[in-house]
């Protein structure tokens, strides 16, 4: 049996399938299936450590189609990956307590350490929201929590 294995911390994307002694990466036909059963076209993924970073993914069908495309499995994880690698603002950074920042600094310095090829890359990048997850930064998968304006809400488990 393979499991999926998705490092969020790691600045490339790439979901593997893990399973004993093999490891394979996720294939292009994968990631365009679906992400759900049934299919949806509207979601927001929201993780309990940045609730006020929520993660919109939605189709605008501006075509006359009448059935939009469902959202895919590579629409998911590469949504939450690039969201999660977006850099925090001063703003926020100001609005932590002395102890978030000491974690969250933690994590900022284990993740830019943890690709010693593109830590000048990543330190120039500062700190990004997926430090904010300190040391949960696996992707363990989504659970369904409520339906809301129209977007079925998702939560992120890391």
């Known amino acids: 049996r393979m499991n999926l294995y998705f490092d969020l911390a790691d600045p490339s994307f790439l979901p593997l ?18 992400a759900t059963d049934p299919s949806i076209t509207r979601m927001r993924i929201t993780h ?12 605008h069908d501006y075509t006359a189609s009448t059935t939009p495309f469902p959202i895919t499995l590579g629409d998911v994880l590469y949504l939450i990956h690039s969201s999660l690698h977006r ?11 002395l102890s978030e920042e000491t974690a969250i600094a933690r994590a900022y310095t284990r993740r830019r350490k943890s690709v010693p090829s593109a830590a000048q890359e990543q330190a ?12 949960k930064h696996i ?19 890391t």
């Open 17 to 34: 399938w893990i399973g004993p002694g093999q490891t394979a990466p996720i294939t292009p036909d994968e990631l365009r299936e679906p």
């Open 124 to 135: 120039s990048q500062g700190v990004k929201r997926i430090d904010y997850l300190r040391e």
């Open 87 to 97: 850099q925090i603002t001063h703003q926020d950074w100001a609005q932590l307590s």
């Open 139 to 157: 992707f363990r998968g989504l659970v369904g929590t409520h339906d809301e304006d129209g977007f079925h809400h998702w939560k992120l488990i």
């Open 48 to 59: 309990d450590a940045i609730p006020d970073w929520p993660i919109d993914i939605q189709y």
